[in-house]
């Protein structure tokens, strides 16, 4: 199949402001509707859109060695609130609540951003996605 260039040259104008949309998301996840999750979708929709006009590709070894290390970040945050606090997923460090929720919402935005990146260049690996 034939790629549009009009599609392709819009991805790349449009694909800074769609990251800029997600951290938007992640950050202010606390105070509107949004979070981590959704953010990290956004982000990893603007990664993505330049990879389907490009033959620029993510290395999903250090891809998927980033996103285990993002998850073990949060069972690290988990266990220390569980040991403090004795509720898991908590402010275990007594800091600002907004500051551990931005913190929070990135560290959950980031996995889910490689984690859906790594889904869909997998998808990649397997062949073209255009015939």
Do not use: C, W
């Not at 073990?72 to 929720?101: D, E, H, Q």
């Amino acid at each position: 199949m034939d790629q549009s260039k009009i599609l392709a040259s819009m991805s790349y104008i449009i694909y800074p402001f769609i990251i800029l949309y997600g951290f938007y998301v992640t950050v202010y996840g606390d105070i509107t509707s949004g979070g981590g999750f959704q953010g990290g979708a956004f982000i990893a929709t603007g990664l993505l859109l330049i990879t389907f006009f490009s033959e620029v590709r993510f290395n999903l070894v250090t891809l998927n060695k980033y996103e285990k290390l993002l998850f073990l970040l949060l069972i690290l945050i988990a266990f220390v609130s569980l040991i403090t606090k004795g509720i898991a997923m908590t402010n275990p460090l007594n800091i600002n609540k907004r500051y551990f929720l931005v913190f929070f919402n990135l560290v959950l935005g980031l996995k889910v951003t490689a984690g859906l990146i790594n889904v869909i260049e997998s998808f990649f690996e397997e062949g073209d996605p255009f015939v």
